[in-house]
């Protein structure tokens, strides 16, 4: 199964939607264009949405750590919101909930980015 990425900007929020399996396959590749919807559209947040992500490996954390990174140097943050079971779990054994915070949903995720739905 390959990957399926959407984009959607609100405000100075860039939701990143994923669907399928994040590996070493498809994270180039979603690397540079999450980069490139980033740098066009002044964005300072995001919202990673992973509800329908059913496999996630090393090189997939590393895509969310480096983007993670980069929103840190704009002064943003990065919310993860509608985790799936798989996820969360590698999530949780990796320690990135130390550094990015988890939200029920899009509608909560921009509520705590203080960014009307």
């Known amino acids: 199964m390959s990957l399926t990425a959407s984009f959607d900007v609100k405000q100075d929020v860039l939701i990143v939607r994923l669907s399928g399996e994040l590996d070493h396959h498809e994270s180039e590749a979603l690397r540079n264009e999450w980069k490139e919807m980033m740098y066009d559209n002044g964005i300072r947040h995001v919202i990673l949405n992973l509800e329908d992500v059913s496999f996630m490996d090393s ?17 943003g ?41």
């Open 59 to 75: 090189s997939g954390l590393g895509v969310v750590l480096g983007r993670y990174k980069e929103v840190l140097q704009l002064g």
């Open 77 to 117: 943050e990065m919310v993860v919101c509608s985790i799936s079971a798989p996820v969360h779990r590698l999530f949780e054994m990796s320690g990135m909930y130390k550094i990015v915070s988890l939200e029920e949903n899009e509608e909560h995720a921009l509520s705590a980015l203080g960014v009307a739905s």
